[in-house]
T-cell receptor
């Protein structure tokens, strides 16, 4: 089983709609979870992190964590064309704080 | 907040040539440092990580090596490049709980 799995993409959403991305992880002992955004040809940039069950909101982004079911999700509200990118889910796998990354989900926001 | 610098931004090297990529960190001390490779259309592969000067952990056996000669300097090297070494090389740093990683701008390496 892969450490971090993300839905196969790409995800096309109309401008103004909600984009929903999901991520599952295998290590039940994982404590910290991260979402990164990566524009084509650029390096990943951190959007937000979460480590408590429930929701965490930051602007138009909401991260949701369910440790019992071992999944973390990202909602992008009022999607904008500038949100078109690949979104990477990352999970802290313990030890010296290595992160395991999913392969990413491409989001395309259609004007 | 920390800033990760990498150079060069792009590099084209022939098969069999050596490689040296440098990463430096600004704005923090004693960070954890990481080298990743991202092949075209694929996810991030962790190559090496370091928790301090001279301390290197290798994640994938291959013809690459890493060194950390100073607290805020991390170097990725190879004696002889292979075609399969082509990719986007990213350096990242992390400091303090929850150890979120911040990435440098990356080096795009093409081995011909």
């Amino acid at each position: 089983q892969k450490e971090v799995e993300q839905n196969s993409g790409p995800l096309s959403v109309p401008e103004g709609a909600i984009a929903s991305l999901n991520c599952t992880y295998s290590d039940r002992g994982s404590q910290s979870f991260f979402w990164y955004r990566q524009y084509s040809g650029k390096s990943p940039e951190l959007i937000m992190f979460i480590y408590s069950n429930g929701d965490k909101e930051d602007g138009r982004f909401t991260a949701q964590l369910n440790k019992a079911s071992q999944y973390v999700s990202l909602l992008i509200r009022d999607s904008q064309p500038s949100d078109s990118a690949t979104y990477l889910c990352a999970v802290n796998m313990g030890g010296n704080n290595r992160l395991a990354f999913g392969k990413g989900n491409q989001v395309v926001v259609i004007p | 907040s920390q800033t990760i610098h990498q150079w060069p931004a792009t590099l084209v090297q022939p098969v069999g040539s050596p490689l040296s990529l440098e990463c430096t960190v600004e704005g923090t001390s004693n960070p954890n440092l990481y080298w990743y490779r991202q092949a075209a259309g694929r996810g991030l592969q962790l190559l090496f990580y370091s928790v301090g000067i001279g301390q290197i952990s290798s994640e994938v056996p291959q013809n690459l090596s890493a060194s950390r000669p100073q607290d805020r300097q991390f170097i990725l090297s190879s004696k002889k490049l292979l075609l399969s070494d082509s990719g986007f090389y990213l350096c990242a740093g992390a400091r303090d709980v929850p150890y979120e990683q911040y990435f440098g701008p990356g080096t795009r390496l093409t081995v011909t």
